[in-house]
């Protein structure tokens, strides 16, 4: 069965610093790849999602990912912070053997600090 | 305007009661799944459905029982039988439930017990 890691339960990076968010998943298929936020109190939204086309994500807000089979990861990230970002942050993989159910990532809490 | 709507906010819930959540959604979706989220454990899958008048049980349906009598609405019920129902529910849509599909997902209930 499918997993999903990510690295660190929260992140704390200055406004304005690089944002990396990390995320594994355990396949050797090729798998679709999501990435969502959640903000307090509130359902999740769709930053960007990998499906086999480019491996390079571009998503809402300024964020983005890179597939790389060799590591099985989907980091993600953001060139400058802004205290807007700050967030909880879930990766999630699809899996083949589960009628592609989403399996989730425990989730990665952004902290800015300005 | 189209999206998901979950009511109630709050929930509480007394010794040995049934509750039931409300999910219903206007874009027109065949897909709709039911979520928990506990603090630090990203998201369970409850049970979800594919299409009206057939579901399956998700990772953690125990305790747990839907209905889906028409394609808008898919409503959880938490029954007596769930110990530990204190958590966030997410409700969430997607258009056929297929793998790479977009989930959208309603802005919750929290469920206190009394």
């Known amino acids: 069965a499918q997993s999903v890691t990510q690295l660190g339960s929260h992140v704390s990076v200055s406004e304005g610093a690089l944002v990396l968010l990390r995320c594994n998943y355990s396949?050797?298929?090729?798998?679709?790849l999501f990435w969502y936020v959640q903000y307090p109190n509130q359902g999740l939204q769709l930053l960007l999602k990998?499906?086999?086309?480019a491996t390079l994500v571009k998503g809402i807000n300024g964020f983005e990912a890179e597939f790389k089979k060799s590591e099985t990861s989907f980091h993600l990230t953001k060139p400058s912070a802004h205290m807007s970002d700050a967030a909880e942050y879930f990766c999630a993989v699809s899996d083949p053997d589960s009628n592609y159910q989403l399996i989730w990532g425990a989730g990665t809490k952004l902290i800015i600090k300005p | 305007d189209g999206g998901i709507t979950q009511s109630p906010k709050y929930l509480f819930r007394k010794e040995g009661q049934n509750v039931t959540l409300s999910c219903e959604q206007n874009?027109?979706?065949?897909?709709m799944y039911w979520y928990r989220q506990d603090p630090g454990q990203g998201l369970r899958l409850i049970y979800y459905s594919q299409i009206v008048n057939d579901f399956q049980k998700g990772d953690i349906a125990e305790g747990y029982s839907v209905s889906r009598e028409k394609k808008e609405s898919f409503p959880l019920t938490v029954t007596s039988a769930q110990k530990n129902p204190t958590a966030f529910y997410l409700c969430?849509?997607?258009?056929?439930?297929?793998?790479?599909?977009?989930?959208?997902f309603g802005p919750g209930t929290r469920l206190l017990v009394l």
């Open positions: 874009l027109n979706h065949d897909a």
């Open positions: 990998y499906t086999s086309a």
């Open positions: 969430a849509s997607s258009y056929r439930g297929v793998g790479e599909e977009t989930q959208y």
């Open positions: 396949s050797s298929v090729p798998p679709y």
